[in-house]
């Protein structure tokens, strides 16, 4: 399995100015990084993939719907919402990432008031195609399921894998994540042992958005599960402080959650590494 941190603990756009962090989670011993993808175009993240190769990282990506305009969920926004999630793909292509997740299905803190419907289903499934067969063979694909206090659409293991089963594309898995999981599952880890066959990608993060293993979320269960089941993709650290206002907001984090991001990076790969060589 590879290890990889998520960039948003820094920023919401990579560039030179993170190369510090960069080298300093390579020197931890971290095999790649998570890029955030909310602006640019493919010759932009073309040039940020030479500039991660000099520095010996690989990639994947995380990405969000980030308004209604571009919201694939929506009737009345379908066919933009598609073409937002194929220049995705584009960018993510151009950045050389072995996958793109999060949740690219509708966008954040936007709820109906009503359970997904019958046509939401089928226009999810619809649109998630689409994507994935846009990606083809040159891209794994992990949408992620989020609580429900962050979304309607997609909150549960069991219903991520039934998506994936109904997209039904080589490339097209979903993401397990040890947060919110650990809120929408009555057993995180039973949960996942259902599902694991449709995990294309795995999130470690503490139940409250902090530094792994400082909490409760079953971690080191989660890594024994995907061990045995012979995952080979990446655990990926997601952890959130006060550096992004926009990101703080979003993933409700009101107070220090941690000492120093160092201690986040340092403390988290050597959990991990506990639990590789359990």
Avoid at 95 to 119: K, M, N, R, T
Avoid at 158 to 175: D, I, S
Wanted: aromatic share 8%.
């Amino acid at each position: 399995m590879k290890i990889g941190f998520n960039l948003l603990l820094w920023t919401t756009h990579l560039d030179k100015t993170l190369l510090p962090t960069l080298r300093a989670l390579k020197a931890a011993g971290y095999d790649g990084v998570e890029v955030p993808i909310f602006g640019g175009d493919p010759t932009y993240y073309r040039d940020l993939r030479s500039m991660l190769d000099a520095e010996g990282l690989m990639s994947t990506v995380v990405a969000i719907v980030q308004d209604e305009a571009l919201n694939p969920l929506s009737a009345q926004n379908e066919s933009a919402g598609v073409d937002y999630l194929k220049w995705l793909v584009d960018c993510s292509v151009a950045l050389g990432a072995e996958v793109l997740a999060g949740p690219f299905y509708q966008p954040l803190g936007v709820f109906s008031g009503h359970p997904l419907s019958d046509e939401e289903w089928q226009r999810l499934v619809r649109t998630q195609t689409a994507m994935a067969d846009h990606a083809g063979n040159a891209l794994t694909l992990a949408v992620e399921p989020l609580n429900r206090f962050e979304c309607y659409a997609l909150n549960t293991c069991e219903r991520a894998a039934k998506l994936v089963q109904a997209v039904n594309r080589p490339n097209y898995g979903y993401l397990f994540d040890t947060f919110h999981s650990n809120i929408e599952e009555k057993d995180p880890i039973a949960a996942l042992k259902a599902t694991m066959p449709q995990v294309a990608h795995i999130h470690i993060s503490e139940n409250d958005r902090g530094t792994p293993g400082r909490g409760h979320a079953p971690i080191l269960p989660t890594i024994a599960t995907a061990k045995a089941a012979g995952y080979n993709g990446w655990l990926t650290v997601e952890a959130f402080g006060h550096a992004l206002p926009d990101i703080a907001a979003a993933t409700r984090v009101w107070r220090p959650l941690f000492t120093s991001t160092e201690e986040v990076y340092t403390e988290a790969i050597a959990l991990i590494r506990q639990g590789l060589a359990a």
